[in-house]
């Protein structure tokens, strides 16, 4: 495991109560809970459509240094160079407890 791969920061924020948003909507309000270095691996990337409008899915691979009580679930979000990335899922690679490997959804 080479230090010098974790070179681009991530945030990572899991959701803490509803606010409202200036239209008087609830919207999630997120709390930040780490901020680390990773190493990225783009995976995959499609076109969709919605509702008569065009949009992109990118699958990318975040992988931090192992953080023992560190528990991630679908509802954290993922921040990278200023966009946001569900949490689909994340794996302590091998239970070595060396790194996890979590694979982030931006849809653009």
């Known amino acids: 495991m080479n230090c010098r791969s974790y070179k681009h920061k991530v945030i990572i924020k899991r959701p803490n109560g509803v606010i409202k ?5 609830p919207v999630p309000n ?5 901020t680390c270095r990773a190493r990225i691996s783009n ?5 969709i459509n919605f509702a008569n ?7 990318t691979r975040f992988y931090i240094r192992y953080i023992r009580d560190l528990k991630l679930t679908n509802e954290d979000i993922l921040i990278y160079n200023g966009n946001q990335f569900n949490i689909i899922y994340c794996s302590n690679i091998k239970e070595e407890n060396k790194e996890y490997e979590i694979v982030g959804e931006y849809n653009g």
Not at 30 to 34: A, G, H, N, P, S
Not at 53 to 59: A, D, K, L, R, Y
């Open 30 to 34: 997120y709390e930040e809970i780490l």
């Open 43 to 47: 995976t995959s990337g499609k076109e």
């Open 21 to 25: 948003n200036e239209d008087g909507l």
């Open 53 to 59: 409008g065009e949009g992109s899915v990118i699958t």
